[in-house]
């Protein structure tokens, strides 16, 4: 029993425990005093909602550092620092006039903020315990899931399936095969770089790199080109997407699912995805989030095939037989509670048990969304904290840079192919388009 649960004292699974208190609170948001992100700091509540979320960040973070075993030195010191950059991100980016009319959201000055004081000044010692970026993202993500209606991804999740199946094969192997014959990249960089380019950014890096064997010095550079390629990848692609869609249709439902596709398909992070698409319009956003979700499943199935790969032809290191278990050690628990925080408040919005506030909005899960967006922060603060400029251009990792880039415009032209044929071809064609919204 208790290797059991030593077993579970990873981060994964230690995101999962900790989400679950975090939707309980969202859950009966209704019944407590107002948690969000406030848009005037002259205003009294807002120290208060600031505080609340503070806590909240905190309580988390320390939790899961104590069942992670982690040091918990200077843990206090340097969260305050990483939450008050947070905070200021979190601040400028809900400004009704920055979000709505230049489109700016949290995480792009969370991660601005991040680089100009590591590119400027020398991170201190002191400042490094709570940057924890993959932690903040993880939980982050589940807390989004509660966002995700099923009706929602029952409605658009038959050709988001069928996209993320193409995709995920066509790019996944132009980029493996760009980055090893024409870049001359190492094997194992090499596919955590494609899985990187093709699902969803750093969590598939992180389980291709288990499977693949790749160094922690590699992992750790393409998971910074992937964060700094995302960020204005975020801004390109709902313009890039706003300026074409018009071009395919006159249905500006029609054009919204093709922009969410699109976005969802491309931008490897979820958080970046949920950003950058929320700037197209509501129904692109609720397109691209189901369609990075749908590509987010398929980590462990990419996983399961590295395996089977490396098992026969792998470049001089131990061999390892494909199997289940595999699939299961390295797919990322905290997407199924991502699933399940979705199919959750799915079932608790057709049992009518959550509750509108004044703007029509459902209060459970803009709280989710609240939640989501202050852990999106914490982690692109650190992300920015965490990366040297220099590193991304430096002549060793220029062949790595390279083939990433190109893989990634070929992601692009190809994800626009499938979008536009599966969304706005094969899906009018059905007739399955959702006008509620």
Known sequence: MKSFFQKLLVEDWVVVMLSIPLLLLCAFGSYLPSISIPTNMLEASAWGKIAMLFVIALVTLFAGNKLLSRPMKGMLGSFVVVFLIAALAMWIGNVPYIKSELGLEPVFFSVIFGLIIRNAFHIPEWLKPAIQSEFYIKIGVVCLGATIMISDV?????????????????????????????????????????????????????????????????????????????????YFMPWLAGLVAPMLSSDPVVQQEIMGAWIGGTIDTTSGVAASSEMAGEIANRTAIVVKATQNVLIGVVAFFIALYLSTKGEGGKSQRPSLK??????????????????????????????????????????????????????????????????????????????????????????????????????????????SI
């Open 326 to 435: 595999i699939v299961w050690d390295k797919f990322p628990k905290f997407i199924l509670a991502f699933v399940v925080a979705s199919l959750v408040f799915s079932l608790l919005k057709e049992a009518d048990l959550l509750t509108l506030n004044a703007k029509g909005k459902l209060i459970e899960t803009s709280l989710a969304k609240t939640m989501s967006t202050l852990f999106f922060s914490l982690a692109f603060v650190c992300i920015g904290l965490d990366t040297r400029l220099k590193d991304i251009i430096s002549k060793e990792n220029r062949s790595t840079l390279y083939a990433f880039l190109t893989a990634q415009c070929f992601n692009i032209v190809a994800t626009f192919v499938v979008a536009w044929l599966f969304f706005g071809v094969v899906k009018p064609m059905l007739g399955e388009y959702d006008r």
């Open 154 to 234: 029952l409605k658009s999740g038959a050709m988001g399936l069928l996209q993320a199946l193409v995709i995920v094969t066509v790019v996944w192997f132009f980029a493996y095969i760009i980055s090893r014959k024409v870049f001359k990249v190492e094997q194992a960089t090499a596919m955590t770089l494609s899985s990187g380019v093709t699902i969803c950014g750093v969590s598939a890096c992180i389980t291709a790199a288990g499977v693949a064997g790749t160094d922690k010095k590699s992992l750790s550079y393409i998971v910074s080109v992937v964060l700094i390629v995302v960020v204005p990848m975020i």
